[in-house]
């Protein structure tokens, strides 16, 4: 029998095919890609039990780490919550991250990260994280992670694979910063490349979207029309449920362009009626926080039956 490849050879062979990232194939020279502390892996799964869903299964190496299964939400007592958690604090050049969740019938989990993430400059190879998502029949999951944030000449490769069952339901959100703006200048939209791609699929293998983006401000004008024009925060999320929930929170979500407001969002279905995905635009990430917990609530209320608790001060 042979056996399965280490998890973050997996991101090494994609982050390697992909066209964008051919001129970065160099080994950064403190220490190789995908080293002991830059090939991190974290497996994580979810079980319902009686009134309660409990974190069954949890095996990791450094830098990724969770702890246990919390219990916060006073709206959803059942849904467990859990945070990553990254060691290191950051992201750095040569970093290999594999991700895989698990969430099983009926269960409800709660995924986010304990801060955002930091994409350090690089001046040698590239970052890359994959993401494996597998929700069974009634699954029930939140992937809502903070805001990543890349520096100046950031080189970061995120691939997402999920597979739901027809009757699951996943919000899945992504925010990027352009860089720490206040910081200096150049660190505004001064990363070198960011390729994010999402697929989602039956557990039959059924291909139900694919969904790939490739941000390279040194070759592009970011601030044009069609791209980012006066905007500067970027919000994306995928919300995969049956077609009666969807009807419902689509004719919830309004669209709007408000540039005196610096505000700009949308919504519209996916392919093969997997879902919808919704795009925010903000000059601030609070503008952008702000729409993706509005959204996240009207989910919340039309698949579960439920609002969402306060807001942490923190948050």
Request: with cysteine; hydrophobic share 40%.
């Amino acid at each position: 029998m042979t056996a399965a490849p280490a998890p973050w050879t997996v991101d090494q062979a994609l982050s390697a095919s992909a066209p964008e990232l051919a001129a970065f194939q160099d080994e950064p020279p403190q220490m190789r890609s995908g080293a002991v502390g830059k090939a991190g892996f974290l497996r994580i799964g979810f079980e319902h039990r009686g009134n309660h869903t409990i974190l069954t299964n949890l095996d990791r190496r450094a830098p990724y780490m969770v702890q246990r299964a919390l219990y916060c939400d006073q709206k959803m007592p059942g849904l467990a919550c859990i945070f990553l958690i990254n060691t290191t604090g950051c992201v750095v050049q040569g970093d290999r991250l594999a991700l895989d969740i698990t969430v099983g019938p009926r269960a409800q989990a709660h995924v986010t990260t304990q801060s955002a993430t930091k994409v350090h400059t690089m001046d040698a190879n590239y970052a890359a994280q994959t993401q494996t998502i597998t929700l069974a029949d009634e699954a029930y999951l939140e992937f809502l992670p903070d805001p990543v944030i890349p520096h100046r000449q950031a080189r970061f490769f995120s691939d997402t694979r999920i597979s739901i069952a027809p009757t699951a339901t996943m919000l899945f959100s992504e925010i990027v910063q352009p860089g720490r703006r206040h910081h200096r200048l150049d660190e505004c939209f001064g990363a070198t490349v960011l390729s994010i791609s999402t697929a989602g699929a039956r557990p039959c293998g059924r291909t139900l979207f694919i969904e790939k983006l490739v941000i390279e401000p040194q070759r592009y004008q970011m601030r044009q029309t069609g791209v980012m024009d006066s905007f500067e925060v970027f919000g994306n999320l995928i919300v995969c449920t049956p077609k009666d929930k969807t009807d419902r929170i689509l004719e919830r979500l309004g669209a709007d362009v408000d540039i005196a407001r610096g505000l700009a969002f949308g919504a519209c279905r996916l392919p093969n009626d997997a879902g919808l995905i919704y795009k925010v635009l903000g000059r601030e990430t609070t503008q952008v926080k702000a729409k993706v917990r509005e959204v996240w609530g009207v989910v919340r209320e039309e698949v579960i039956g439920v609002g969402l608790p306060p807001p942490f001060l923190w948050r």
